[in-house]
């Protein structure tokens, strides 16, 4: 079915109706229920993607519900749109723009084509330039302008030129050169530069400043600033070559900031924001954990496009997890996800997930410009697990809103503490992941409670309903390998949620308008007798007091 074949209103077709009628006899059916009756479901609501396993036989499914969630995605015209998105078609057709991060992951000796240039080949000619500029760094054969060599590099971009970054650097801390501080700068609250900063050494720091327009106001503001407290430090414009460092698609822009273009490392227009942790933005990541790694990272990235790009639907991990959040969204109701890592590394994968899944499906017109006529992007959120145990899993496990959650959990830790209470550290943790979804989907009956002899005005309140949907995402390890397969892995569960919908998972604009007013509201607020003008009246008294 070709993109244009797509139905306009997905929720009138024969595929909606009968996962709508399916879903009626599906809902009343307790997930204990659905294990006692099917002794194999566990084999067959497990599938493998590279190193990742996802059992999803904790689901609200049946046997039928996988078949008619498939029928609905080929009716959504997703098998073309794959095929579409991977040859480079422009199928981000508001900004009329290709969407090719599965570009900047494919090996050196690939091809691909795309408007008469061959972008593997530009992609591997900025990753080499990336990895000499890494290795010089990491080496101290690049010295900062008093000749000292480079202690400290800091990341300063927000949105995907952040989170990616920062979230893979924490992941793959066990990986890194722990002689290296590296940290990340973001927010324009000044405090944010400001602690970042206060015990780093002019003469020893690098700044690395990531930004896909390069006219990002919180980006450029931080890194004028930098540049102030290094020039407070060093006292010479021409230190600005030997400790500032670009990662942009705007040349021209970088240039007028003052970076030398030799320092410059690009991507293109065809890489959104939120999925550029692979390209130049991972600039950071690759200093800290060595080329050799970041190319890890970026062969499992691959591996789980691959596995995307050919596996069939009943054994395709990132399209069977999506299709099951739209089942969950468009049929239960949902409103969130929460994705939970059994990982202290993975701290700030929520965070990331949080721009990945929210500025891709937070949309409300198709790609055609009409409505939308279902619900779309649910809101993403979560915590480490076991700290969110402690804070917010009462709601999961008792409260009236059906949540379902990603649990992601590691064989063997990525730590080299020494001896056996180590080891029985993370059998602790990783029993706590597993106490946890069966706990979520099988509960505890008023029967089960009574006969602990619990008081009988107080079994109600001990009563654990059960029937809570999880997946559980399991790898060996946290390699880089394994994050890069989970970032790619959730690229595309994203990817096949937004192409369900029908609307364009690759612009933002609900966030430029925003960005707009804060730039005309800036003058008012230091102008000591500002024009109100084209101010609303609740702004107008805010900015008052
Ligand atoms: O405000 C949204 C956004 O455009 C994100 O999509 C992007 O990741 C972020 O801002 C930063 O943009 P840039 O890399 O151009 O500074």
């Given at each position: 079915m070709s993109a244009s074949s797509r139905p306009a209103d997905i929720t009138s077709t024969p595929e909606w109706a009968a996962l709508a009628a399916?879903?009626?006899?599906?809902?009343?059916?307790?997930?204990?229920?659905?294990?006692?009756?099917?002794?194999?479901?566990?084999?067959?609501?497990?599938?493998?993607?590279?190193?990742?396993?996802?059992?999803?036989?904790?689901?609200?499914?049946?046997?039928?519900?996988?078949?008619?969630?498939?029928?609905?995605?080929?009716?959504?015209?997703?098998?073309?749109?794959?095929?579409?998105?991977?040859?480079?078609?422009?199928?981000?057709?508001?900004?009329?723009?290709?969407?090719?991060?599965?570009?900047?992951?494919?090996?050196?000796?690939?091809?691909?084509?795309?408007?008469?240039?061959?972008?593997?080949?530009?992609?591997?000619?900025?990753?080499?330039?990336?990895?000499?500029?890494?290795?010089?760094?990491?080496?101290?054969?690049?010295?900062g302008h008093t000749g000292e060599r480079i202690r400290a590099v800091v990341n300063i971009g927000i949105g995907g030129s952040d989170l990616g970054p920062v979230m893979a650097y924490e992941a793959l801390k066990a990986y890194s050169d722990r002689d290296l501080t590296v940290r990340f700068v973001s927010n324009i609250d000044p405090t944010d530069l400001a602690e970042t900063?206060?015990?780093?050494?002019?003469?020893?720091?690098?700044?690395?400043?990531?930004?896909?327009?390069?006219?990002t106001l919180e980006t450029l503001t931080n890194a004028r600033n930098a540049r102030d407290w290094l020039l407070a430090g060093l006292g010479d414009d021409s230190a600005v070559a030997k400790h500032f460092a670009a990662v942009s698609t705007n040349a021209e822009k970088v240039r007028e900031f003052g970076i030398d273009e030799a320092n410059m490392f690009g991507f293109w227009d065809w890489v959104g924001g939120r999925y550029s942790v692979d390209s130049a933005i991972g600039l950071s990541l690759m200093v800290a954990v060595g080329p050799d790694r970041f190319g890890e990272f970026l062969a499992g990235m691959h591996a789980m496009d691959e596995h995307f790009r050919t596996a069939p639907p009943e054994r395709n991990v990132p399209l069977i997890a999506g299709l099951l959040n739209v089942w969950y969204a468009n049929f239960f109701g949902v409103q969130t996800h929460a994705v939970l890592p059994y990982s202290q590394?993975?701290?700030?994968?929520?965070?990331?997930?949080?721009?990945?899944?929210?500025?891709?499906?937070?949309?409300?017109?198709?790609?055609?410009?009409?409505?939308?006529?279902?619900?779309?992007?649910?809101?993403?959120?979560?915590?480490?697990?076991?700290?969110?145990?402690?804070?917010?899993?009462?709601?999961?496990?008792?409260?009236?809103?059906?949540?379902?959650?990603?649990?992601?959990?590691?064989?063997?830790?990525?730590?080299?503490?020494?001896?056996?209470?180590?080891?029985?550290?993370?059998?602790?943790?990783?029993?706590?992941?597993?106490?946890?979804?069966a706990a979520l989907a099988f509960g505890k009956t008023a029967e089960e409670i009574a006969a602990e002899g619990t008081p009988a005005d107080v079994v109600a309140h001990k009563v654990m309903p059960g029937n809570r949907p999880t997946s559980t995402i399991l790898a060996p390890e946290l390699s880089p390998s394994v994050l890069g397969q989970l970032i790619a892995f959730y690229e595309h569960v994203t990817f096949v949620e937004g192409s369900v919908w029908g609307i364009d998972s690759f612009d933002q604009w609900g966030v430029e308008l925003g960005k707009v007013m804060a730039k005309q509201m800036v003058p008012v607020l230091s102008d000591a007798d500002p024009s109100y003008d084209g101010l609303d009246a609740s702004s107008v008294a805010l900015v008052k007091r």
């Open positions: 399916h879903h009626r006899e599906v809902e009343p059916l307790h997930l204990r229920e659905l294990f006692d009756s099917d002794p194999d479901r566990v084999e067959a609501f497990t599938a493998t993607a590279a190193d990742l396993v996802l059992d999803h036989s904790k689901h609200r499914i049946t046997r039928d519900t996988l078949p008619l969630l498939f029928a609905l995605a080929e009716r959504a015209g997703i098998p073309d749109r794959v095929t579409a998105m991977f040859r480079g078609d422009h199928i981000n057709t508001s900004e009329d723009r290709a969407v090719l991060h599965t570009a900047l992951r494919q090996p050196r000796d690939a091809s691909l084509t795309v408007d008469g240039q061959d972008v593997v080949t530009d992609v591997h000619e900025v990753l080499d330039r990336m990895g000499a500029f890494a290795d010089s760094v990491r080496s101290g054969t690049w010295t900063v206060r015990d780093l050494d002019p003469a020893s720091t690098l700044f690395i400043v990531s930004s896909k327009t390069f006219t590394y993975l701290h700030r994968l929520p965070a990331y997930l949080q721009q990945l899944t929210m500025e891709s499906n937070g949309k409300s017109v198709q790609q055609t410009g009409v409505p939308v006529t279902t619900t779309t992007g649910e809101i993403w959120w979560g915590e480490p697990g076991t700290n969110g145990q402690h804070a917010f899993y009462q709601l999961l496990h008792q409260g009236t809103r059906l949540v379902p959650a990603d649990f992601i959990g590691f064989a063997r830790p990525a730590h080299d503490l020494p001896g056996e209470g180590a080891a029985d550290m993370h059998d602790l943790f990783s029993a706590n992941l597993f106490a946890q979804t």
